[in-house]
């Protein structure tokens, strides 16, 4: 965490293993385009936990990318910004500072938010007030070299009581989609 000069703390942290996670995406095939199967899962997520937009989330020392997302509509765009001022469209790519993704990759450990406003540290997040976000539920996807390449979340722009339950569900979730991306980079699917 680190402080800008006209002394506001800065809310995205440092990211030390940026390029390892970078490096291992690209042996992945990961986080450069959009994927069906992504797309897939982020339906999936939305549906198990009722929340109207979800995502499958990879993160470099610049973005994020959502190479799956699902959004109200069941739709999502093609390229763009989350939020960008082209009405609120939800676009596949995030400035590394809008969000609570980041923090989600450098702690290594699942985040529940049921509303940002009840945290200060979270709620002068730019997508609180550019896109509405209220509620976030998110878990990091480490593989199985310990190298966590990004996270799977939902938000909602309502708080949502996402309890005990829904922190277990979306780190349940994160290993299920970390056991797919395994079993592709085994060849097996």
Avoid at 13 to 32: F, K, S
Avoid at 78 to 86: E, R
Avoid at 101 to 121: I, M, S
Wanted: aromatic residues 6%.
């Amino acid at each position: 965490m680190t402080y800008d000069p006209t002394g506001h703390l800065l809310l995205t942290p440092v990211d030390r293993e940026a390029p390892t996670r970078v490096q291992r995406l690209r042996q992945l095939g990961l986080g450069e385009r959009p994927e069906p199967a992504f797309d897939e899962f982020a339906h999936k997520l939305a549906e198990v936990t009722g929340a109207p937009y979800s995502m499958v989330n990879f993160i470099d020392e610049h973005r994020q990318f959502f190479a799956g997302l699902h959004t109200p509509a069941g739709t999502h765009a093609g390229g763009g910004d989350l939020g960008a001022a082209s009405g609120g469209d939800v676009g596949r790519f995030m400035a590394r500072d809008h969000g609570y993704c980041p923090h989600v990759v450098v702690r290594r450990k699942a985040l529940v938010l049921e509303d940002v406003c009840d945290y200060p540290r979270f709620a002068g997040n730019p997508v609180v007030d550019e896109i509405g976000i209220r509620s976030y539920l998110g878990a990091p996807l480490i593989d199985r070299t310990g190298i966590a390449l990004g996270t799977i979340c939902v938000v909602d722009t309502e708080p949502r009581p996402w309890g005990r339950a829904g922190l277990e569900t979306i780190k349940s979730l994160a290993a299920e989609l970390v056991e797919q991306i395994h079993r592709r980079e085994d060849g097996l699917l």
